[in-house]
């Protein structure tokens, strides 16, 4: 995913959009480590925060069936590699 699309849903989704999921494994590609950095620091450490929640499986009919809830507990860990600066 390219690094400037966290600007745009702060953008359209002021501040609103706090969780953004994807059903793929990651929003980086392995042939793209250095975009795929900058993305999830995009979206981890503007303002407000988006938190990723990766490797989604959306597939379950259920899901629009009915009113469910999703909790979510981020750990948040301090001087990693791919922390905020």
């Given at each position: 995913m390219h690094h400037e699309v966290p600007g745009f849903l702060r953008m359209e989704n002021p501040p609103a959009l706090r969780l953004f999921g994807i059903d793929a494994i990651s929003i980086a590609i392995p042939a793209e480590p250095e975009e795929g950095t900058e993305a999830h620091r995009a979206f981890l450490c503007g303002s407000p925060h988006i938190f990723l929640l990766e490797d989604v499986d959306l597939s379950y009919g259920r899901l629009l069936e009915e009113s469910w809830?999703?909790?979510?507990?981020?750990?948040?860990?301090?001087?990693l590699e791919g922390g905020c600066r």
């Open positions: 809830t999703l909790r979510v507990y981020p750990v948040v860990f301090d001087d």
